[in-house]
């Protein structure tokens, strides 16, 4: 298994939601959500079921459940 290394930096800086790139680091790196859903659910979208998907989960990391 991959290791994350979080640091602390003098230099930069990051908003409320640079969370979110740890979120999308771990979604991509660590699983394979999107090939999994291109599997299991037929059909040719506009837009890429595992788009959705992940979008889906970046608004509920930001606490936004209404969407």
Same mark, same amino acid.
């Given at each position: 298994?991959?290791?994350? +290394?979080?640091? %602390? =930096? =003098?230099k930069a800086f990051y908003? =409320? /939601?640079?969370? @979110?790139? @740890? +979120? #999308? &680091? $771990?979604? &991509? #790196?660590?699983?394979? @959500?999107?090939?999994? $859903?291109?599997?299991? +659910?037929? !059909? %040719?979208?506009?837009?890429? /079921? #595992? *788009?959705?998907?992940?979008?889906? $989960? !970046?608004l509920l990391c930001l606490?936004?459940? *209404?969407?």
């Amino acid at each position: 298994m991959k290791k994350i +290394v979080i640091e %602390q =930096s =003098s230099k930069a800086f990051y908003s =409320s /939601h640079s969370g @979110l790139a @740890l +979120v #999308g &680091n $771990l979604i &991509n #790196g660590y699983t394979s @959500l999107c090939e999994r $859903l291109e599997k299991e +659910v037929p !059909g %040719q979208p506009r837009v890429s /079921h #595992g *788009d959705v998907v992940k979008t889906y $989960l !970046g608004l509920l990391c930001l606490g936004k459940s *209404d969407f």
